[in-house]
């Protein structure tokens, strides 16, 4: 399903008097489009609750947009294919570096989506909320927040604090889930269920990890929504940057997907990473390998296309890789046959674990392709020193003379500048 539609919203938490005076002026056009900042006081109303609670999906959606889209180019589950500039892969991360002075934009847009939902749902709570089902979806949000943060940044920093461990977001994300999951109900509580599993998967806990993902069916999605008509900052930026004029800024030329997918060429491809072959470039010359052919995805065809957050797809991967963690590679190889199955595509092969801990690797890059949730992957992966092959083009080569290869491969977003220079307490580039 479609997670909850959301209105436009600026500032710190602006927007909500679009629904606080929908409640006291019914008669009235109350489609208010960002209205500008409120003053606090607005904000304790449960008026305001419902807009709240859709500020702070909105700003997840957001933070999204940039962390999920440099992730894609980082791991190259797309390959960089012209500008640098506004919806463009800035050379750094064509070279798969992710220095502090580059990811200002990744940072403030995730630690804002942080705080609104720790914010947001204090108010709520100070307040009285509206019903429990508003209170469970405010921390599901919240919880993807803090997930966010834990599956992609090096480190931690909290409300101005100093640098921790990454698992301070992990951690605040299992805490947002078991509320989310107590509050709300219906698709809400299986979300929430589902997304507690995918942080037990990144922390190491298997059995707790399991235990989530058994209650999620295979068939059930839950979706962070984009608007194609409501402004840059509310498009599926992926999307955004590799169809709409002028950009063309990536593609899946160069990438392991060119030769996985479905494409005119390729019409037997895996319908799970679809993708069109052109005779065009992209807009410019790119460091590695000067013109490349545009090549864009197609799984998110239109500005306004939804992002999964979580599915039952994943779930069976977190059992498969469970199975690979106790020994059992048979068993693995089954869950993730299964899904290969659903898809119509031809049973992966493994006579041993390692092989199997490939297809898991292979399988969840396709699952989850263009998600936001390849670069957390490597890193656990690299954390725990997992047998099993990535593919070498999702590897660096060390060399810029190698073309397409990326020169290196950072496995995190650090703090950014922007903390650096106004938190004292953190000290220099960190991450």
Not at 2 to 15: C, F, N, P
Not at 106 to 128: C, F, P, V, Y
Not at 242 to 252: E, G, I, V
Not at 350 to 374: D, F, P, Q, Y
Request: aromatic content about 8%; hydrophobic content about 35%; overall charge negative.
């Amino acid at each position: 399903m479609k997670g909850t539609a959301m209105r436009t919203t600026s500032g710190r938490l602006a927007g909500v008097l679009a629904v606080f005076a929908g409640g006291l002026v019914a008669a009235c056009d109350t489609d208010v489009i960002n209205p500008g900042r409120v003053q606090e006081q607005f904000l304790l109303e449960t008026e305001a609750q419902d807009a709240i609670v859709q500020g702070i999906g909105r700003g997840v959606s957001e933070a999204h947009n940039y962390v999920g889209y440099t992730g894609a180019a980082v791991t190259r589950e797309v390959h960089p294919s012209g500008s640098t500039g506004s919806f463009g892969i800035q050379v750094e991360w064509q070279n798969g570096e992710l220095d502090y002075e580059t990811v200002n934009a990744h940072w403030n847009l995730s630690q804002r989506a942080r705080w609104w939902g720790n914010d947001g749902i204090s108010k709520i709570t100070e307040t009285g909320a509206e019903s429990p089902a508003l209170l469970g979806e405010a921390y599901l949000w919240a919880g993807y927040a803090h997930r966010l943060m834990g599956e992609n940044f090096c480190l931690s920093v909290i409300d101005g604090g100093s640098a921790g461990s990454r698992n301070a977001y992990l951690e605040g994300a299992l805490a947002h889930f078991d509320q989310a999951a107590s509050q709300g109900s219906g698709p809400v509580a299986m979300a929430a269920r589902a997304a507690r599993a995918s942080v037990k998967a990144f922390m190491g806990d298997w059995a707790g990890a399991t235990a989530d993902a058994a209650g999620v069916p295979d068939d059930f999605v839950w979706m962070l929504p984009y608007y194609p008509d409501k402004g840059d900052a509310t498009k599926n930026r992926i999307q955004f940057a590799s169809h709409a004029q002028p950009y063309k800024a990536h593609t899946l030329k160069y990438t392991k997907y060119e030769m996985m997918g479905r494409s005119e060429n390729n019409p037997d491809g895996d319908p799970r990473v679809p993708f069109e072959i052109t005779d065009e470039t992209g807009d410019a010359a790119v460091q590695c390998c000067g013109q490349v052919p545009w090549w864009p995805q197609t799984k998110y065809d239109e500005p306004g296309s939804d992002i999964p957050l979580s599915k039952g797809a994943e779930m069976r991967l977190i059992e498969a890789e469970a199975m690979l963690n106790g020994g059992n590679w048979q068993g693995a190889m089954e869950k993730i046959n299964a899904l290969r199955t659903a898809a119509e595509m031809p049973m992966a092969e493994a006579s041993n674990t390692v092989e199997a801990w490939t297809a898991l690797k292979h399988e969840r890059g396709v699952v989850l392709w263009l998600e936001g949730r390849r670069l957390g992957d490597f890193f656990r992966w690299n954390q725990n020193n997992t047998p099993g092959e990535l593919a070498d083009l999702e590897q660096p080569s060390g060399s810029a003379s190698e073309g397409s290869h990326l020169v290196q491969q950072d496995l995190c977003f650090p703090i950014a500048r922007s903390e650096v220079d106004t938190n004292p307490n953190i000290n220099g580039p960190t991450g």
